[in-house]
């Protein structure tokens, strides 16, 4: 069975950092392109992190410089660490598998995880 399972998020005060995990089963992770989205309430989702199946990388401008995303191969896992949270950051934190290519201009998530919550507040 194919699965995405999210986990890391939390309650985080502002300038705070959290470490998010998407762990893969059924797949291996490295021969997809793999994308972080979050959803704000009252918002759309939105794309702000992927990265390739070649390790290419690309971050939204919003997380620029704050959050980096990585893979452990090993593991069958990506990571988005989050340094520097901002209250604006508060969101639904979801990994996709890609349905277009990391670094589009518009990411689309093709299969999804549960999603977890982030919360950036004092």
């Known amino acids: 069975q194919l699965q995405l399972v999210e986990s890391g998020g939390g309650l985080v005060q502002p300038g705070g950092s959290l470490r998010l995990s998407c762990a893969a089963s059924g797949f291996t992770l490295q021969s997809y392109e793999i994308g972080w989205f979050r959803q704000a309430p009252g918002k759309q989702r939105e794309g702000i992190s992927c990265i390739s199946t070649s390790d290419g990388i690309y971050y939204k401008d919003s997380v620029k410089g704050r959050f980096a995303i990585s893979r452990d191969n090993s593991k069958n896992t990506v990571y988005l660490q989050m340094n520097s949270l901002k209250s604006e950051d508060t969101a639904v934190y979801y990994c996709?598998?890609?349905?277009?290519?990391?670094?589009?201009?518009?990411?689309?998530?093709?299969?999804w995880g549960q999603g977890t919550q982030v919360t950036v507040s004092s």
């Open positions: 996709a598998v890609l349905k277009s290519m990391c670094g589009s201009p518009i990411l689309i998530g093709d299969y």
